[in-house]
């Protein structure tokens, strides 16, 4: 599995740099910027680094959310608030076990991080197929940006160690091209039923929580009401 760490508009640049250290001692290599509004490749960004400017160096910068996840088959959007839209959130004690449900139908995941100040935006919300969030004592202070990116790259870090004992009859998993297939194929049906957008959202986010089996159960349905559909048209009087 490959991992991705998107910070979107990171203000600081020290937070940048904390981030890459935090990432590098965890063992992954992939930051991306969006928007930066810290320059990450300066004194204070490497001081903080401390061993990790490789990171630093390397990291693609981009203008949108939609380009730093164009290559990503699962984006993770992290929030340490709960918004008013419905919405579900995964602990990042649990995420571990969302990803490795899924088996092979994923290659490529991305945790997203908002600004120090006001986190992601709705918008970029709706880029993302998972909610998930640091359970916290206190609402006030939420954590800061790196402390938040040492958490979830630590958690991250020991998926290979979490063993799942899968005791139901289909061992099989979605391939990584029918799971994006699935979710496109999803969001036409439920567009041709007559499912308004909102509540499409929030169909798209519920299949993100779900297992293989569970997704070839939605294929199967998915299928047999686009039959249905087909035959209703052919039958109608002309």
Excluded at 15 to 27: H, P
Excluded at 134 to 148: D, E, G, H, T
Excluded at 188 to 197: C, I, K, P, S
């Amino acid at each position: 599995m490959q991992y991705s760490f998107i910070l979107v508009e990171p203000g600081e640049a020290g937070n940048i740099g904390a981030a890459a250290r935090a990432l590098n001692t965890m063992g992954f290599t992939d930051l991306r910027l969006v928007r930066p509004q810290a320059d990450h490749l300066s004194g204070v960004a490497r001081a903080f680094a401390h061993g990790s400017e490789q990171l630093l160096e390397k990291a693609a910068v981009y203008e949108t959310l939609p380009e730093a996840i164009a290559n990503i088959d699962f984006v993770c959007a992290t929030t340490a608030r709960h918004r008013i839209q419905k919405y579900h959130y995964v602990s990042v004690r649990d995420l571990p076990q969302v990803i490795q449900q899924k088996g092979t139908a994923l290659s490529h995941v991305a945790v997203v991080f908002g600004s120090e100040r006001s986190g992601l935006s709705n918008k970029d919300l709706e880029q993302c197929d998972l909610l998930t969030t640091i359970p916290q004592v206190r609402l006030q202070p939420s954590l800061n940006l790196s402390q938040a990116v040492m958490l979830y790259s630590f958690t991250l870090s020991q998926q290979k160690e979490i063993q799942i004992v899968d005791q139901r009859m289909n061992s099989e998993q979605m391939p990584i091209e029918q799971y994006a297939y699935l979710k496109k194929s999803l969001g036409e049906t439920l567009e041709r039923v007559g499912l308004n957008t909102r509540y499409r959202g929030y169909v798209m986010k519920a299949i993100a929580r779900l297992g293989y089996e569970d997704l070839y159960l939605i294929q199967t349905i998915r299928t047999f009401i686009n039959n249905q559909l087909d035959k209703a048209e052919i039958d109608r009087p002309k």
